[in-house]
């Protein structure tokens, strides 16, 4: 019953764990912190070393034709493209009597359309003084070109509609000659004939008069086209506020590189797959979470704090001495990613232990933390790997090792046949979990639990397995007798396999 639940439990389990995610970012803070902060500093640099070009600015106020009501902006969009033509260009160069390519001006200058006949002209140059006249030229240009356009669309359409009255002229003539040439007469068919010659006559003469109404509308809009079509707001230099400038970009570029840095910090977590909760940490190592400490707070952290520290050490260390107290084997440190807090607490421990009898640490760590360490009188003694067939048997031994990539497993045996593994959050990969218990499991040495280090403050998830003791092993496995109060051998229960061990999340029935 317990392995169909946990089995029904792995295949419950989400593919990304948001919980998980957000706690590994957020103790990624330096990282997506620094980038936020790289980007501020970008957009200040860019903003002293690539100042803006002096630019003026000019708004035209374009009439068309064909203005409707309910124009959407099509026209003043077509003015838009039109203004960064070269043939616009050139005029302006022409008037500015500059040799510079039209291709290469187009790029020093955009327009914007305001409003429906509203053109808003921006222009790049080398001065306050160039970029005004740039500026003016370029209006200029623009408007003599659309009033040119605006004259010849209407002369155009006026041709075109005397020409139709011209037509509509010669016909009439041909119809009033055909009513000259006929005389009314009393058959019913060459009067109904010289009716329709005369309906004919009526309806040519009201086209004609149309084609001359429609020419002299045509001819009267294009003034006013033209007249409406000015500069309505002067060519102006346009000021820039350095220190605005720079609080504009540097916000920018703090966004931009906070964003950055969250989704570096996010794939690389996802990518990385290194376990951050309690739970996940105990799931992968299968083995409960008995104790946790907190990162030592900054020399500048308040004495509320550090007292705080001190205080979660001294419970730490009591709590690890009752353990290895109460274990009739040896029991070894192993760490993973914190072989400096690892070496403390061990020496901790022997402390706490050193009352009750001689302790002796074998340091199997692959640096000089213990080695180094400032040793005070009445301190255990440390003696390296090599030296731990001399340790005397009536001397209570606590071996410090690693179980980092590297490690001689085969060596963990001489530092003690039980363990208690130091983990730093966020260290080590869930894959490298599996490893290290896989291994432990393979030489046969029980994990008792795990202390985890720097866990994260926010984290309320449960570390807790069904029983811490027995779930790294993959077989049977009998704990040595040891003696109770009686002094009778007292014999522990077999343990279970990892896979039929509840986690911490599931309901034990």
């Known amino acids: 019953m317990t392995t169909s639940k946990t089995a029904e439990s792995s295949a419950a389990a989400p593919l990304l764990d948001l919980q998980a995610l957000v706690v590994a970012v957020r103790r990624r803070r330096r990282l997506w912190c620094s980038v ?27 009439a068309h034709q064909e203005d409707q009501p309910n124009d959407t902006g099509t026209l003043i969009r077509t003015d838009v493209e039109l203004l960064g033509t070269t043939r616009i260009a050139g ?19 955009r327009g914007t359309g305001l409003t ?21 030229a370029l209006a200029d240009a623009f408007v003599a070109d659309h009033v040119r356009r605006m004259r010849e669309a209407a002369e155009a359409e006026a041709e075109a509609l005397l020409d139709q009255r011209e037509r509509m002229r010669d016909e009439l003539a041909q119809v009033n000659k055909a009513i000259g040439d006929r005389s009314p007469g ?6 109904a004939s010289f009716e329709s010659l005369f309906a004919r006559r009526a309806e040519l003469n009201s086209r004609i008069a149309d084609f001359d109404q429609r020419a002299a509308d045509a001819r009267t809009g294009a003034p006013k086209v033209i007249v409406g079509t000015q500069i309505v707001d002067a060519p ?12 504009t970009n540097a916000a920018i570029g703090l966004v931009l590189g906070l964003v950055l840095g969250l989704v570096l910090a996010a794939v690389g977590t996802v990518v990385a797959d290194r376990p951050v909760l309690r739970r996940e940490i105990a799931a992968n190592l299968g083995t409960s979470v008995i104790t946790e400490l907190r990162r030592a707070p900054h020399r500048s952290a308040g004495l509320w704090q550090r007292g705080r ?117 966020g260290h080590g990969s869930a894959a490298w979990l599996h490893t290290v218990a896989r291994q432990l499991a393979d030489q046969r040495i029980p994990v008792i639990g795990v202390v985890l280090i720097d866990p994260d403050p926010r984290d309320r998830t449960d570390g807790t397995l069904w029983d811490g003791l027995h779930t790294a092993l993959r077989g049977p496995y009998e704990r040595p007798a040891r003696q109770n109060g009686t002094g009778q051998p007292r014999t522990g229960r077999p343990s279970m396999p990892a896979a039929q061990v509840p986690y911490s999340d599931q309901e034990a029935r």
Request: proline share 8%.
């Open 36 to 62: 936020g902060l790289l980007g501020l500093l970008v957009g200040v640099a860019v903003t002293v070393l690539l100042p803006p070009p002096p630019t003026a600015v000019t708004k035209v106020l374009v």
């Open 91 to 109: 005029k302006a160069l022409q008037a500015l009597k500059s040799p510079e390519d039209p291709e290469d001006f187009i790029r020093d200058y």
């Open 116 to 136: 429906n006949n509203l053109l808003q002209i921006e222009v790049a140059g080398d001065s306050d003084a160039e970029a005004v006249a740039r500026a003016k």
């Open 186 to 191: 009393s058959d019913p068919k060459a009067s």
């Open 236 to 247: 102006r230099a346009v000021q820039h506020s350095l220190p605005r400038a720079a609080v």
């Open 309 to 425: 520290t001190r205080a979660a050490r001294e419970r730490l260390t009591a709590t690890l001495a009752r353990t290895v107290r109460g274990s009739a084997e040896p029991v070894s440190l192993l760490e993973l990613g914190c072989a400096r807090s690892t070496s403390v607490i061990a020496l901790n421990v022997a402390r706490a232990l050193a009352a009750e009898g001689p302790v002796v640490i074998i340091d199997g760590l692959p640096g000089p933390q213990l080695a180094n360490s400032r040793q005070k009188p009445g301190d255990p003694s440390v003696v390296s790997g090599e030296g731990a067939a001399d340790v005397p048997h009536q001397a209570r031994r606590l071996g410090v090792g690693s179980v980092a990539p590297g490690t001689a497993w085969t060596d963990l045996h001489h530092l003690g046949s039980q363990t208690l593994l130091v983990v730093r959050a």
